[in-house]
């Protein structure tokens, strides 16, 4: 739930190719990968494997599972179709069906369109996952855990790759209570697909320190692999000229610390205007705020602009806003955001979630503050009034994400931990008494 983007990500050139994995050759191992989400979709789940993907080792076969395009809502027509395959930056996708929402999504529409899609891509697992080394689940939701569990069953290996705590940030959001039905069969679930699988991916190091504490995990079995930038997109070079404006670009979600920060905009009271780029059901509530705090006339609210236009915008502001909710189960949450902006040499004033305090710490490229009006005040005004230090926090954080979050990079680690999975998988077999022992091991039980 701490994805963000304004629109789908735009293909840059592909660095690599990506083959279907029907046509194999010798022993390239080949991997599935199960995702509720998938460009052209635009939060910032859904582009992480698209760009892992296209970022791998030419000799690894790869195939995605996903469904049908739906969020933003109302962005994309409904599809019927029971499945359909295409290609999406040399990546090859079979979409399923699953129920759309066309408007803001209810509870029961959020279910519906998880749970079907959870249970077509179990079934594709059970009857295509003898054509794969391994399967990627990737989390949230926790349904795609269901697909995960199939791997285990079948004798595939099976990696999780955990970009949000997603049940957690679900009760902390008031989608479920801890004592529910659903939040106990997915909380099972979870236990079961980390203890099991193969290979856990954390987004962070903060979220990687969080379940090998909560879960019986070795240190070998985690990795982390955090969110890459686009470098030829996010390039601080695309700055038309320096404005005097502060910047928000994103999701406007339950996630987002919007109230602290534009109090703190006001009594701030310095010479910017502050605009806001993105979609999510709390507009009316942030125009309403601004109208009642007197400062309609300096916050423009914005609904989104093209991807491509992002860095621009944000490389030309002088200052740009990463708000979390630090109430929440967010700790370990390092959004895409947050890296585009330190990409773009924009320094940042930011919620103090643990994750960001430490890379704020490490690079030395924003500020990181209490979500309290007079802190957020108090670094607004620090900032706008001195253009060196902003200037100098702008180049440490494009060394930081030049350094930690390059795709090419993420994309090697990535080909390599693959690899590593399919050979295990293959020297372990996937024989019956292998897939019963799997089975057995998933259900908690010794054979």
């Not at 019927?80 to 040399?90: A, F, K, V």
């Not at 230090?389 to 680690?413: I, K, P, S, T, Y």
Request: glycine fraction near 8%.
């Amino acid at each position: 739930m701490t994805g963000d983007a304004t629109t789908a990500p735009s293909p840059s050139s592909e660095r690599r190719s990506v083959r279907d994995p029907t046509v194999r050759s010798g022993d390239d191992p080949s991997v599935l990968v199960v995702s509720q989400l998938f460009p052209p979709e635009s939060m910032a789940g859904a582009h992480r494997w698209a760009q892992l993907l296209r970022n791998a080792p030419d000799h690894l076969d790869a195939r995605v599972v996903c469904p049908q395009p739906s969020v933003p809502v109302g962005e994309f027509e409904r599809r019927y179709s029971p499945w359909s395959n295409e290609r999406i930056d040399g990546v090859p996708v079979t979409r399923l069906f699953t129920y759309q929402p066309v408007e803001d999504r209810t509870d029961l529409e959020r279910i519906l369109n998880h749970g079907i899609f959870a249970v077509l891509a179990t079934l594709y697992v059970l009857v295509h996952g003898r054509k794969y080394d391994c399967v990627v689940v990737q989390i949230g939701p926790h349904t795609t855990l269901l697909p995960g569990l199939a791997a285990l069953v079948t004798g595939r290996g099976l990696v999780v790759d955990v970009y949000d705590r997603w049940l957690d940030n679900a009760v902390d959001f008031g989608f479920t209570t801890e004592g529910s039905l659903a939040y106990r069969l997915l909380r099972w679930l979870e236990r079961v697909a980390l203890e099991r699988c193969d290979r856990l991916v954390a987004l962070t190091p903060t979220m990687a320190a969080h379940y090998r504490e909560t879960y019986d995990l070795d240190d070998g079995k985690i990795e982390t692999i955090p969110f890459g930038v686009d470098d030829d997109l996010f390039d601080p070079a695309v700055a038309s000229e320096d404005r005097p404006r502060i910047i928000y670009t994103g999701k406007l979600g339950e996630g987002q610390a919007f109230e602290p920060f534009l109090r703190g905009f006001r009594r701030a009271d310095i010479d910017a205007d502050l605009v806001i780029y993105g979609f999510g059901e709390r507009r009316a509530e942030l125009e309403a705020l601004a109208a009642d705090l007197g400062i309609d006339d300096r916050v423009r609210i914005n609904g989104p602009v093209p991807r491509e236009e992002v860095p621009g915008l944000v490389a030309s502001s002088a200052i740009s806003l990463v708000p979390l909710e630090t109430d929440r189960t967010l700790e370990y949450a390092r959004p895409t955001k947050f890296l585009e902006t330190m990409a773009l040499g924009t320094p940042y004033v930011a919620s103090a979630v643990a994750e960001i305090e430490a890379v704020t710490a490490d690079a030395g490229a924003g500020l990181a503050v209490e979500n309290e009006p007079d802190a957020v005040a108090a670094a607004l005004r620090d900032l706008a009034t001195d253009p060196e230090r902003r200037r100098a926090m702008g180049r440490r954080g494009v060394a930081f994400v030049d350094r930690e979050h390059r795709w090419d990079e993420l994309g090697d680690r990535v080909g390599d931990l693959l690899s590593g999975v399919a050979r295990e998988r293959r020297t372990a077999g996937s024989g019956l008494r292998t897939r019963l022992g799997r089975l057995a091991a998933a259900v908690g039980r010794r054979l």
